[in-house]
């Protein structure tokens, strides 16, 4: 049924629960530069927007000020060291990769998070093997919701967009593309 299809997956919220490990990094940062740290609940629906976003969220609700740019450089240096102390795959995402590897569907990741990040997490999580593509945020010139980064993984997967899906966790961006409407996450 998915032979010849390209079958792209967003990764944070979709594929790999990493909102543990995100919120432990904005915590470590926060509380380092004496803001109040924040419960998961709260910042686990920025989690797909980025680091960035998440930062001002955080500093929107305390009311507070701080230098983004650093905040964020200081995000990524403990992120990074800490990318899979809790992050794991959903359950049932294995399988279901597993499934579509063995009906030779073409297998990519479209996501926001930087693509170093997100090879060291799919590593980390020994599913890095699964894709022919792992576009992150600055991979291409553009990235989501802009459908060029979506049409971009696609082709560096080798695929065809008449024939490709994506898989995302994000109700709001719809991008018609091939086997028909996919959302994006």
């Not at 049924?1 to 904005?26: E, R, Y």
């Not at 924040?38 to 001002?56: F, L, N, S, W």
């Not at 459908?147 to 018609?176: F, K, N, Q, Y």
């Amino acid at each position: 049924m998915f032979k010849d299809a390209t079958i792209v997956f967003d990764l944070d919220g979709t594929l790999v629960d990493t909102a543990p490990d995100l919120t432990n990094a904005l915590n470590d940062v926060l509380t380092r530069r004496g803001h109040a740290a924040v419960p998961a609940e709260t910042i686990r629906a920025c989690v797909g927007h980025g680091a960035r976003v998440m930062i001002e969220e955080a500093l929107r609700r305390a009311s507070a000020e701080d230098d983004v740019d650093r905040m964020l450089a200081e995000f990524l240096v403990y992120y990074e060291a800490n990318i899979a102390a809790e992050s794991r795959t959903f359950p049932g995402a294995v399988a279901a990769l597993d499934s579509l590897a063995a009906q030779r569907a073409t297998l990519a990741v479209c996501t926001n998070k930087r693509e170093h990040l997100s090879r060291r997490l799919l590593q980390e999580l020994q599913i890095e093997g699964y894709f022919a593509a792992i576009a992150g945020r600055d991979t291409f010139a553009v990235s989501k919701p802009d459908p060029g980064h979506l049409t971009g993984s696609i082709a560096l997967a080798g695929g065809d967009s008449s024939r490709a899906v994506m898989v995302g966790d994000s109700a709001g961006i719809r991008i018609s593309i091939g086997m028909g409407t996919s959302s994006g996450g």
